[in-house]
């Protein structure tokens, strides 16, 4: 049961960081309000770094930005060791 709520957070979280960051591309190219940059960050430090990442690079969003190019892999990192512990430990 643990690994299934687990699975069905990543998989929720990655789709907002995911969905996030191509909004945030579509408004930028409209010219429109946008997503704060601490709020796409705040999605991938949650978890949804692995969806944000493919969207960055599918998108072309934020790849020039290092804030993002260097936070995005650690929160990835981050997250794998989370559910690593998570595993080992806590099952």
Known sequence: MFVKLLVIY??????????SMGIDKRKAMKHQWRIPELTLLFFAFLGGGIGSW???HLFHHKTHKL????????????????VIYLMTYLQ
Do not use: D, E
């Open 10 to 19: 990543y998989i929720a979280i990655n789709s907002i960081g995911f969905a």
């Open 54 to 56: 493919i969207s960055m």
């Open 67 to 82: 804030k993002f190019t260097c936070s995005i892999p650690i929160s990835v990192v981050l997250h794998i060791g989370i």
